[in-house]
């Protein structure tokens, strides 16, 4: 793949069917292709990327089986744009993970929130001038990082939230935190446990820097609204490495 490659017409099924046998490309950005392999019997979607990572130059994958009859969506097949639209998004993907992993571990809400404690019980403690652990810290060991059996006190499993690396965080792994939280739990409570995961997340945005050499910097928002709201996005201002709204709503 060159800088001169030369664009196929692979847009509609008519034009496919006139390709030779062969792998063919259409350029989605700078640094990514869509490809159409036109086999005997049917044509398959793939996508190939630029790398700046450890690995080969390119990296590729699968999209999908091509829809040569015609050019509306049918299942089990793509067409043309259905075909970009994931290649998109796979490329877009991959580029993120590329550079959350060449920054190092990648941060994950556990490691947001265990920092936001420790901070927090720290700011406390200088407030009493004796060591202390935050009522916040109480809340968020219990409903979201989980906590061994102590005392009087029963095991807690980890909340599945508490795994989600933050670069990879969606809008739906929050929702469903907040729709797993027990129903007997108090309104006042439930909102004091949301504000401090929110803080929490916010806490850590600054930190979370992965870049990929500045070709492709992860979008960080200032922070979230209000996620006590089931009407409201809670990743507002989000954007993936293409520039993308990770907010539907925003779309």
Known sequence: MTKTLTEAQITT???????????????????????????????VWFVRWRNHHDGANYKQAAVGVANDVNDKPKEGTLTFEQAVAQAREH?????????AQAAGPAPTVRTAVETYIGERN???????????????????????????ERGGQEAVDAAPLAAVH?????????????????????????QRLINDLKASMN????????????????????????????????????????????????A
């Open 13 to 43: 099924a008519k034009a496919r069917s006139k390709l030779e046998f062969g792998v063919h490309w259409r350029r989605l950005d700078a640094e990514a292709h869509l490809g159409y392999r036109k086999g005997k019997r049917s044509g």
């Open 91 to 99: 490329a877009t993907r991959s580029r993120t993970e590329a550079a």
């Open 122 to 148: 720290a700011r406390d403690s200088r407030r009493a001038g004796r060591e202390v652990r935050s009522d916040a810290g109480h809340r968020l060991r219990r409903y979201v990082l989980g906590q061994e």
């Open 166 to 190: 933050l670069h990879a965080l969606q809008e739906d792994d929050l929702l469903t935190w907040r729709e797993d939280l027990p129903v007997e739990l108090k309104p006042t409570t439930k």
């Open 203 to 250: 806490a850590a945005w600054p930190r979370l820097s992965a870049t990929d050499g500045g070709r492709g910097k992860l979008t960080i928002p200032d922070k979230f609204i209000d996620l006590g709201a089931p009407e409201t996005c809670h990743l507002a201002g989000l954007r993936d490495g293409a520039g993308q709204p990770l907010c539907k709503r925003e």
